[in-house]
């Protein structure tokens, strides 16, 4: 029932944002709430895009990202370390293909914890309040949830309101220790609804992406016709004069 459920609501979020607006998906919605946010799985070929978007932050994100101040080598080296073969990094475009809202899910590498991951989030700020984070959370659940991972584990300083909020609001038992804050939410074993889910969202994010990316390049086209149109007309004028 669930996954009939699942699958209908997931059909019907996608459909009827498709058809309210010619550019549904592309256009950032000011709440998330009941919209199917594009949610795309990251691979090397967004390591730029990555940097791009973690190197924006201000210094305060910095630290409650990483937990200290990350300079920008620091940044860089973390993220031309990421193991996208091991972890599992999401990643929110918007309509000009710039990554507003980075997840990365990392795996234990101990096989006495083997079960256990790490969620850590980042959203950039013009983007925060929309929800991007908590869906990034839930998304990240699933996926752990399907990989065979029993606990996820977040980390986050104390005065971390809206990371924290996130994971009261997802059942995780939130344990504070003066500064620092830890939280840990216990996952269910994966479904085939868990499992139907993860397939259609990666979809529907496939879809998305590819379609944000012909936009652009037709953008890309329609501007650079313009460029040349307006150097014919310029040449025109001169030759007249
Ligand atoms: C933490 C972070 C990812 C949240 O992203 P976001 O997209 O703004 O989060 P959401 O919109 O999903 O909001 C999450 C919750 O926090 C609440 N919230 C958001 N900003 C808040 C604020 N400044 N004060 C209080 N609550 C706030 C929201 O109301 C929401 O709660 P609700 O579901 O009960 O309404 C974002 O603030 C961020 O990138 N911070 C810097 C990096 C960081 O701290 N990462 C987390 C450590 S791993």
Same mark, same amino acid.
């Given at each position: 029932?669930?996954?009939?459920?699942?699958?209908?609501?997931?059909?019907?979020?996608?459909?009827?944002?498709?058809?309210?607006?010619?550019?549904?998906?592309?256009?950032?919605?000011?709440?998330?709430?009941?919209?199917?946010?594009?949610?795309?799985?990251?691979?090397?070929?967004?390591?730029?895009?990555?940097?791009?978007?973690?190197?924006?932050?201000?210094?305060?994100?910095?630290?409650?990202?990483? /937990?200290?101040?990350?300079?920008?080598?620091?940044?860089?080296?973390?993220?031309?370390?990421?193991?996208? /073969?091991?972890?599992?990094?999401?990643?929110?475009?918007?309509?000009?293909?710039?990554?507003?809202?980075?997840?990365?899910?990392?795996?234990?590498?101990?096989?006495?914890?083997?079960?256990?991951?790490?969620? /850590?989030?980042?959203?950039?700020?013009?983007?925060?309040?929309?929800?991007?984070?908590?869906?990034?959370?839930?998304?990240?659940?699933?996926?752990?949830?399907?990989?065979?991972?029993?606990?996820?584990?977040?980390?986050?300083?104390?005065?971390?309101?809206?990371?924290?909020?996130?994971?009261?609001?997802?059942?995780?038992?939130?344990?504070?220790?003066?500064?620092?804050?830890?939280?840990?939410?216990?996952?269910?074993?994966?479904?085939?609804?868990?499992?139907?889910?993860?397939?259609?969202?990666?979809?529907?994010?496939?879809?998305?992406?590819?379609?944000?990316?012909?936009?652009?390049?037709?953008?890309?086209?329609?501007?650079?016709?313009?460029?040349?149109?307006?150097?014919?007309?310029?040449?025109?004028?001169?030759?007249?004069?």
């Amino acid at each position: 029932m669930t996954l009939v459920k699942t699958l209908l609501q997931t059909t019907v979020n996608a459909g009827r944002q498709m058809l309210s607006q010619p550019l549904s998906g592309l256009v950032e919605p000011k709440s998330t709430h009941g919209v199917l946010v594009p949610i795309c799985s990251l691979g090397p070929q967004h390591r730029e895009r990555m940097a791009q978007h973690l190197l924006a932050l201000g210094s305060q994100d910095r630290y409650m990202r990483f /937990g200290y101040m990350a300079t920008d080598e620091q940044i860089q080296r973390y993220v031309d370390a990421l193991d996208f /073969g091991r972890d599992e990094i999401f990643g929110i475009f918007n309509r000009y293909l710039k990554l507003v809202a980075l997840a990365h899910l990392a795996y234990s590498r101990d096989s006495q914890t083997g079960s256990c991951a790490e969620f /850590g989030v980042s959203v950039q700020p013009q983007s925060r309040g929309r929800g991007y984070g908590a869906r990034l959370f839930e998304h990240a659940t699933m996926h752990a949830r399907n990989a065979g991972v029993k606990m996820l584990f977040i980390h986050a300083l104390s005065e971390n309101i809206p990371m924290i909020s996130i994971a009261r609001k997802h059942g995780a038992r939130v344990e504070r220790d003066g500064s620092e804050t830890e939280a840990y939410l216990l996952l269910p074993p994966a479904d085939l609804d868990s499992q139907l889910t993860e397939l259609v969202s990666e979809q529907f994010a496939q879809t998305n992406y590819a379609i944000k990316k012909q936009v652009n390049r037709f953008l890309d086209t329609l501007a650079e016709m313009q460029e040349i149109r307006q150097g014919v007309r310029e040449a025109r004028h001169q030759s007249a004069e």
